[in-house]
């Protein structure tokens, strides 16, 4: 129970970069993204139902993945797959700093292309993050508190907007290659956290494999 409950801080920063999409983003989007498709100006709140679109299917894709992953190789344990997702998450912002550094250069918007690329990779690290912390919580937690503690892992929901509210007013003050690069160094410091306590976490929370002695289990046959 104690991991468990540390390790929500540092998921709930890591998912900053993910969240910002539903406040700074929009304001970031109206002014940088090409909108017009079609010859009709696209509101930019369409935009969210296209992360919509994209993480219904990133989510598939992401199962799909694995499945076919453990075909081949040994499936990642639950916290690898976390910490890989944070890392993509880190990621993700760079792609907005860098759209944000073309429209400074050029002073022109940039294609919505980007927003699709930023998406993909945004929803691929939060697939393995947010449906893969809930299946390690649900199962690790001690079954007495097991339905408390999956209801809490939704605390790290308030945790991320709780800082991207505090961050997003940030976005009036500072260019945009700057804002999303320091979401990008927030998130990266959250991967890097659960890097670095990984091989802990394993252990604590990744149950023994159970050890059978075939002699004993044959002990009537034999005797």
Same mark, same amino acid.
């Given at each position: 129970?104690?991991?468990?409950?540390?390790?929500?801080?540092?998921?709930?920063?890591?998912?900053?970069?993910?969240?910002?999409?539903?406040?700074?983003?929009?304001?970031?989007?109206?002014?940088?993204?090409?909108?017009? %498709?079609?010859?009709?100006?696209?509101?930019?709140?369409?935009?969210?139902?296209?992360?919509?679109?994209?993480?219904?299917?990133?989510?598939?894709?992401?199962?799909?993945?694995?499945?076919?992953?453990?075909?081949?190789?040994?499936?990642?344990?639950?916290?690898?797959?976390?910490?890989?997702?944070?890392?993509?998450? =880190?990621?993700?912002?760079?792609?907005?700093?860098?759209?944000?550094?073309?429209? =400074?250069?050029?002073?022109?918007?940039?294609?919505?292309?980007?927003?699709?690329?930023?998406?993909?990779?945004?929803?691929?690290?939060? =697939?393995?993050?947010?449906?893969?912390?809930? =299946?390690?919580?649900?199962?690790?937690?001690?079954?007495?508190?097991?339905?408390?503690?999956?209801?809490?892992?939704?605390?790290?929901?308030? %945790?991320?907007?709780?800082?991207?509210?505090?961050?997003?007013?940030?976005?009036?003050?500072?260019?945009?290659?700057?804002?999303?690069?320091?979401?990008?160094?927030?998130?990266?410091?959250?991967?890097?956290?659960?890097?670095?306590?990984?091989?802990?976490?394993?252990? %604590?929370?990744?149950?023994?494999?159970?050890?059978?002695?075939?002699?004993?289990?044959?002990?009537?046959?034999?005797?």
């Amino acid at each position: 129970m104690t991991a468990l409950l540390l390790l929500m801080p540092v998921l709930g920063v890591s998912l900053v970069g993910n969240f910002q999409i539903f406040n700074a983003y929009l304001l970031w989007a109206q002014l940088n993204y090409q909108l017009q %498709v079609f010859g009709m100006i696209m509101p930019v709140t369409w935009i969210l139902s296209l992360g919509c679109i994209v993480g219904v299917a990133t989510l598939a894709g992401s199962m799909l993945f694995w499945r076919w992953w453990s075909k081949r190789h040994p499936e990642p344990s639950e916290i690898a797959k976390i910490v890989l997702g944070a890392f993509l998450m =880190a990621c993700a912002p760079l792609i907005l700093a860098a759209a944000s550094y073309v429209v =400074a250069s050029t002073g022109h918007r940039v294609s919505l292309g980007w927003a699709i690329v930023f998406e993909l990779v945004n929803d691929f690290g939060y =697939a393995n993050v947010v449906p893969v912390g809930l =299946a390690l919580y649900s199962r690790s937690a001690p079954k007495a508190v097991g339905g408390m503690m999956t209801g809490a892992f939704y605390v790290l929901f308030f %945790v991320a907007n709780m800082l991207v509210g505090w961050i997003g007013g940030f976005l009036d003050r500072m260019p945009g290659t700057e804002f999303w690069l320091l979401h990008s160094a927030v998130v990266f410091s959250a991967a890097l956290v659960l890097l670095l306590a990984r091989g802990a976490l394993q252990r %604590v929370l990744t149950p023994a494999a159970e050890s059978i002695d075939p002699p004993a289990l044959m002990g009537k046959s034999t005797a």
